[in-house]
Nanobody, 124 residues
Framework: QVQLVESGGGLVQAGGSLRLSCAAS????????MGWFRQTSGKEREFVAR????????YYADSVKGRFTISRDNAKNMVYLQMNSLKPEDTAVYYC?????????????????WGQGTQVTVSS
């Protein structure tokens, strides 16, 4: 059983940056695909980024490509989401997700474990 805890959310002005962190415990982190998703009220959870077990493979939603960077530190059981050039439309609750597999795609149904979420609010 994997436990995920996100941190780093907050309020930032448009154009600013935030770095989200996700601490994993209770499982074999290095064998887990990791992803970040976000959700706003009344909408479905939306894929943001994912990273392979080694950290060498990354994939981003078009809406964040070039602005967000996902990374991981397997020695520390951590995954990060560096968010730059933030826009008001990036406002959402951001969730860290894990799947104990060599592959996971962009569908939230593919992920087995979820954190509690961290709020990101971007003011205009």
């Amino acid at each position: 059983q994997v436990q995920l805890v996100e941190s780093g959310g907050g309020l930032v002005q448009a154009g600013g940056s935030l770095r989200l962190s996700c601490a994993a415990s209770g499982g074999t982190f290095s064998t887990s695909m990791m992803g970040w998703f976000r959700q706003t009220s009344g909408k479905e959870r939306e894929f943001v980024a994912r990273i392979s077990r080694s950290g060498l493979g990354t994939y981003y939603a078009d809406s964040v490509k070039g602005r967000f960077t996902i990374s991981r530190d397997n020695a520390k059981n951590m995954v990060y989401l560096q968010m730059n050039s933030l826009k008001p439309e990036d406002t959402a609750v951001y969730y860290c997700a894990a799947r104990d597999s060599y592959y996971a795609g962009s569908n939230s149904n593919e992920y087995d474990y979820w954190g509690q979420g961290t709020q990101v609010t971007v003011s205009s």
